[in-house]
């Protein structure tokens, strides 16, 4: 079975600082993973994903994210936060042959502090 | 544009009625999913579908089925509603593909409270 963690429920961040929020999963083969955004009485909006090829992944609105193999992570990445950015922020795992059924993490809340 | 809906976005109902909540897609997107999220478990699948007469059961489905007759429509019934059920409800789409790589596109959410 396929599983996704984030490990921190909230990061808390200050206006311009880097802004990392971390992801990491348990599948078997290889993962498609996905990262998505939901901004308050609002649904999930894609911000990226990883399919294969370049390990760095570039995104929405300045967002990125890194997959490393080795680690089983995928976690996601902003150099400068806005306030803009305080929203939910959800990680997500897909293998192939498990069709195209999607495995959320439980959420990691940021809050950018001006 | 292409988009995604969910009607209504509020429904406040009572234990044991029988609840439809709404998806339409013009996306003309053949997979269509159903999420609810809650406190403390992110996204758990309900139900999905890949094409017009196909459903399948996710990890969460008891309680709840959904019927697809067109390529739009992915209506979620709950027969009897349990406050259990309370809950923020998503619909999701994606094309269908050998990559399985597709993105999913969600609508705005229900939010379901049942008393």
């Known amino acids: 079975a396929q599983s996704v963690a984030q490990p921190e429920d909230q990061v808390n961040v200050a206006e311009g600082n880097p802004l990392t929020v971390k992801c990491t999963y348990s599948v078997s083969g290889n993962p498609y993973l996905f990262w998505y955004v939901q901004y308050p009485n609002r649904g999930l909006q894609f911000l990226l994903k990883?399919?294969?090829?370049?390990?760095l992944v570039k995104g929405s609105y300045g967002f990125e994210a890194e997959f490393n193999k080795s680690q089983t992570s995928f976690h996601l990445k902003k150099p400068s936060a806005l306030v803009s950015d305080s929203a939910l922020y959800f990680c997500?795992?897909?293998?192939?042959?498990?069709?195209?059924?999607?495995?959320f993490g439980g959420g990691t809340r940021v809050l950018v502090k001006p | 544009d292409a988009e995604i809906t969910q009607s209504p976005r509020h429904k406040i109902t009572e234990t044991g009625r029988q609840v439809t909540l709404a998806c339409h897609q013009t996306?003309?997107?053949?997979?269509m999913f159903w999420y609810r999220q809650d406190l403390g478990h992110g996204l758990r699948l309900i139900h999905y579908s890949y094409g017009v007469q196909d459903t399948n059961k996710g990890e969460v489905s008891d309680g709840y089925s959904v019927s697809r007759s067109n390529t739009e429509d992915l209506p979620l019934t709950l027969e009897s509603a349990a406050s259990s059920q309370t809950s923020v409800y998503f619909c999701?789409?994606?094309?269908?593909?050998?990559?399985?790589?597709?993105?999913?596109?969600f609508g705005p959410g229900t939010r379901l409270l049942v008393l």
């Open positions: 999701a789409s994606s094309e269908s593909g050998a990559s399985g790589a597709e993105t999913q596109y």
């Open positions: 990883y399919i294969t090829g370049d390990n």
């Open positions: 996306w003309n997107h053949n997979n």
């Open positions: 997500a795992v897909r293998v192939k042959a498990a069709g195209n059924k999607l495995t």
